[in-house]
């Protein structure tokens, strides 16, 4: 088993930033692949940014591609999403996931293990 906990989410104001955090327990972090979905009401949950095991490897959805990073301190066991120049539209919650065979995929239900989840409103 996996446990995920999210934290970091807040209301900014359009274009600031803000860092999301994914702190994994309960399996070497070591053998995790890590993701970030949003979730905006009335929408399916859409993939953000993934990160490999290995950290090596990251891969982002368009729609954040040069805005968003994702970080892993294996140390902390944490993964970060740092999120720049956030728009009204991205307003959504947050969760991270992981799956511990595979590599990064895009598809929420290839992902066993979700955290609680935190919201992020970016409203002015």
């Known amino acids: 088993q996996v446990q995920l906990v999210e934290s970091g989410g807040g209301w900014v104001q359009p274009g600031d930033s803000l860092r999301l955090a994914c702190a994994a327990s309960g399996r070497s972090f070591n053998d995790l692949s890590i993701a970030w979905f949003r979730q905006a009401p009335g929408r399916e949950r859409e993939f953000g940014a993934g990160?490999?095991?290995?950290?090596?490897?990251?891969t982002y959805a368009d729609a954040v591609k040069g805005r968003f990073t994702i970080t892993s301190d294996k140390a902390k066991k944490t993964v970060y999403l740092q999120m720049n120049s956030l728009k009204p539209e991205e307003t959504a919650v947050y969760y991270c996931a992981a799956r511990a065979v595979g590599l990064i995929t895009t598809t929420a239900t290839g992902y066993p293990y979700w955290g609680q989840g935190t919201q992020v409103t970016v409203s002015s």
């Open positions: 990160i490999k095991r290995t950290s090596i490897y990251t």
